[in-house]
């Protein structure tokens, strides 16, 4: 599978950004997509996790009612909409699909990674 994501840069606290991910071959039987991030320093973190067909989404504490995961099923792309940001929202953000069975954000695979930077 490809996954490519666009829509990074930076922002101001409080501001929006919208990443997206096109995404092309093979999607793992698991049908879920979703985003993680590493910040400089330290270690992956999961941010949201989409069943792609039975809908469940799951989102890390840090980011819910801030972020909201959505797909385009014609253009193949699943979308991260991204409000009231904070300055450790920055990170690289990944989009990602194959959600692990015991921790949804163990992802199987993942693209290059957009960079997310808040001041």
């Known amino acids: 599978v490809q996954l490519v994501e666009s829509g990074g840069g930076s922002v101001q606290a409080g501001g929006s950004l919208r990443l997206s991910c096109t995404h092309s071959?093979?999607?793992?039987?698991?049908?879920?997509m979703g985003w993680f991030r590493q910040a400089a320093g330290k270690e992956r973190e999961g941010v949201v996790a989409?069943?792609?067909?039975?809908?469940?989404?799951y989102y890390a504490d840090s980011v819910k009612g801030r972020f909201t995961i959505f797909q385009d099923n014609a253009k193949d792309t699943v979308h991260l909409q991204m409000n009231s940001l904070k300055p450790e929202d920055t990170a690289t953000y990944y989009c990602?699909?194959?959600?692990?069975?015991?921790?949804?954000?163990?992802?199987?695979?993942w693209g290059q990674g957009t960079q997310v930077t808040v001041s």
């Open positions: 071959g093979y999607i793992s039987s698991r049908h879920c």
């Open positions: 990602a699909e194959g959600c692990g069975e015991n921790d949804v954000f163990d992802f199987e695979d």
């Open positions: 989409r069943y792609t067909n039975g809908g469940s989404i």
